[in-house]
């Protein structure tokens, strides 16, 4: 609870610093979008980025994705313009290499300055529009739409900051966001009750309902695709090491399979040998048919890939279930 309160005072005393101009914010010449989070934990928000940057790509407009790298063992500015080839995750961080895999063509910068990265993207690719991903808390860069994302299925954790809770910001500063994502909105406990205590703190932003969504299911080499309607009834066993596994659990029991085994890691957990063999372990003495994972975990299995038994990962992609227009709308006016 102390430390609770003093990691409150410094949110309160940063934000007050940036209000009054005791830090500097930037501003470029690009529309800047921010897609970021009130807690620690998944809700969704790199396949969010993904979505956002297809429909801004698919109307051609000059785009960028400025990340911070989270947890990448390289320094300085990287750029994934042409997919992923020949990079190795751990100098990106798992994040950015999973959107550079995912979205080809759009430069996904890698640099803890964004401000320095958005000066790149401007000068470089002529971008008009720049995703900034994880950029709630990000203060320097002056952002035109400020997005939070919420995982329905636990929004605010016990409400309290961090470390006593999973908050990195008061309830209060949702009153900062210009678009809320309720993310997994069909999985929320009590969703009427969750849409009046948003409107509390913010009574004015819109709100968009999204839910996660299989867009393919394919071995690790990426070679065979396996159709939806293939695994119904199988058995399996599913792993994961990411923010919110429920979320992945909720999709893997959505698919029809029957799981056998759940089995969790820390967040962005790097896969040893012994760590897989004892997943193929566990699979196969429960006779599992396959066993399944995340993208984003596939990417970190940096183990031997030749098992006993099928590993499967899953393809993740967003659909708007309520309030597609007016996203759209504040994106492009």
Known sequence: ???????????????????????????????????????????????????????????????????????????GMVILENGIEDVDWRRVGDEAYLLGSSLGSVPVIIE????????????????????????????????????????????????????????REPLA????????????????????????????????????????????????NEEHPIQLNEIKDKKILAFCGIGNPESFRATVRDLGVDILDFVVFPDHYVYKNKDIQLIVKKALDKKADFILTTQKDKIRLTASRNFEIPIYFVRIDTRIIRGQEDLWKMIYE
């Open 1 to 75: 609870m102390i430390l609770s309160g003093l990691y409150c005072l410094a949110i309160g005393f940063r934000n007050l610093c940036y209000k009054v101009g005791v830090f500097k914010t930037f501003k470029l010449y690009a529309k800047v979008i921010s897609v970021g989070n009130i807690t620690w934990g998944g809700t969704g928000k790199t396949s969010f980025v993904s979505f956002l940057a297809k429909n801004l790509a698919q109307k051609n407009q000059k785009i960028a994705i400025l990340i911070r790298g989270y947890k990448r063992k390289g320094k």
């Open 173 to 220: 500063n949702i009153k900062m966001a210009d678009i809320v994502v309720l993310n997994n909105s069909k999985l929320a406990k009590d969703k009427k009750q969750l849409l009046g205590e948003l409107r509390k703190y913010n009574p004015t932003a819109p709100i968009i309902e999204t839910e996660q969504v299989v867009e393919s299911i394919c071995d690790l």
């Open 112 to 167: 803890k300055d964004r401000v320095k990265s958005g000066k790149y993207a401007i000068d470089k690719y002529s971008a008009k529009y720049l995703v900034l991903d994880d950029g709630f808390q990000y203060r320097r860069l002056s952002k035109n739409i400020n997005i939070i994302m919420l995982d329905a299925q636990d929004p605010f954790g016990n409400k309290m900051l961090i470390p006593a809770g999973k908050l």
